[in-house]
């Protein structure tokens, strides 16, 4: 992986801790109707979302096939807000509240766990030459899905923000 997606996924990892440390567990988990997400449960998804990532990555490596997959412009599917992404029955966030420690617990293991694996891969290159099928955005490179991560996170940082605006 390039140091600049390490430095995405870093620094979108310290936007969204910034967004949330300071809220109280009731703003944490507020919710403005029963059809939306808390931001504790934003996170949870997003948690959810890398743990799948990671055994989509971690599948995609252990495939022998090289299969070259046209790159594609996730960015603007992802980070257009206009288009409402339902998200798969397996990322689908608890109904439970939470609390913020332990919502930065589940975040931490779950970037060290990626970070881990990553940091297996002798060969980063391999990264862009296998693919594995994402639910929504299709065959993606391995290395698509990791930058899917810090843009999905960008994402719902953008939305964690207006419920913010919403206390």
């Known amino acids: 992986m390039s140091k600049i997606g390490n430095d995405n996924l870093t620094d979108t990892r310290n936007q ?29 998804h997003l948690v959810l979302v890398e743990e799948a ?16 997959v046209e ?8 980070l257009d807000r206009t288009k409402k992404l339902i998200a798969p029955k397996i990322v689908e966030p608890d109904v439970d509240s939470f609390e913020i420690q332990q919502i930065m617990t ?5 970037r060290k766990n990626l970070m881990t694996l990553l940091s297996t891969v002798e060969d980063k290159s391999i990264l862009a030459k296998k693919s594995v099928k994402h639910p929504a955005l ?19 940082i953008e939305q964690i923000k207006e419920i913010k605006g919403l206390f």
Do not use: M, P
């Not at 990532?53 to 070259?68: D, F, S, Y």
């Not at 790159?71 to 992802?78: C, P, S, T, Y």
């Not at 589940?106 to 779950?110: H, I």
């Open 53 to 68: 990532t990671l055994k989509a990555i971690t599948w995609g490596l252990k495939a022998g096939e090289v299969t070259q």
């Open 138 to 156: 299709g065959e993606l490179s391995l290395d698509q899905w990791i930058e899917q991560i810090y843009l999905h996170e960008q994402r719902h």
């Open 106 to 110: 589940l975040l931490n293991d779950s």
């Open 16 to 44: 969204l801790v910034n967004e949330i440390t300071l809220l109280s567990n009731d703003q944490f988990n507020w919710k403005l109707d029963e059809d939306s997400w808390s931001i504790a449960q934003i996170c949870h």
């Open 71 to 78: 790159r594609k412009k996730i960015e603007l599917l992802i």
